[in-house]
């Protein structure tokens, strides 16, 4: 074999040796890296091995690294059922809780932009008060109107009955139809009372964060006065 041709099979066998010592080398490193002392809680006492039990998979543990020997990670317990449950219900309730709070800052927004003034805020307020009030009067008197036919119609029984005569079946349904729908009407009327009570409240709340919005960079926001929206009454 002529001695170029020896000198280039040389050389490459050192090239191959090379780079098969420099890939083991890796490997070694790699699987050194990679191997782990696993210390956890075990009837009150610490235990540590270099592989982690089926007893502990879902135990809390300390990961160290065999080659450097410092805490290369740590692994909490596994939650239980009743733990998950509670964090997914706690989820939810935070992500509800988050959307709540984008809904009421675009609805502050959308009320900063659509009043320029308080006065426009209030005036807009005005309008369902006013509204609210009618609503009010008209059921006030349809529950003055019901109780006072309701009076009439027991009076009248009363008299058939101490004139010895007997009340007929369909004042008895009257009756008793009367003032089921009396009962029904007192109940929206005070449905209605709360939500004008609600709206007054609403207001100063709005007017207060309108403050809040329109108030300058390092300004307080004035004192909201209790001032409510004009009423019918």
């Given at each position: 074999m002529p001695y170029s041709n020896r000198i280039l099979i040389a050389a490459i066998a050192i090239g191959l040796a090379a780079l098969a010592g420099s890939g083991g080398l890796h490997a070694q490193t790699k699987t050194g890296a990679q191997k782990k002392i696993y210390c956890w809680n075990e009837g009150g006492s610490k235990v540590c091995g270099?592989?982690?039990p089926a007893n502990a998979a879902d135990s809390a543990r300390t990961e160290i690294s065999t080659k450097s020997g410092m805490q290369t990670g740590q692994v909490a317990r596994a939650l239980t059922d009743a733990e998950r449950t509670a964090a997914a219900l706690a989820a939810e309730t935070a992500s509800k809780q988050a959307e709540a709070d984008a809904m009421a800052q675009r609805r502050d927004l959308a009320m900063v932009e659509?009043?320029?003034?308080?006065?426009?805020?209030?005036?807009?307020y005005g309008e369902r008060t006013e509204?609210?009030?009618?609503?009010?009067?008209?059921?006030?008197l349809g529950v003055t109107n019901l109780?006072?036919?309701?009076?009439?119609l027991l009076r009248q029984a009363s008299d058939r009955e101490m004139a010895g005569e007997v009340v007929p079946k369909s004042m008895t349904n009257t009756i008793r139809g009367q003032h089921d729908e009396l009962l029904r009407q007192q109940q929206i009327l005070v449905a209605q009372k709360k939500d004008r009570a609600a709206l007054d409240a609403d207001l100063q709340d709005a007017v207060a964060r309108y403050r809040a919005l329109k108030a300058a960079p390092g300004e307080s926001p004035v004192a909201t006065t209790g001032a409510s929206a004009p009423s019918s009454n």
């Open positions: 270099d592989a982690l659509s009043y320029m003034t308080e006065a426009d805020l209030r005036r807009a509204l609210l009030d009618e609503t009010l009067k008209a059921s006030t109780r006072l036919s309701l009076l009439a």
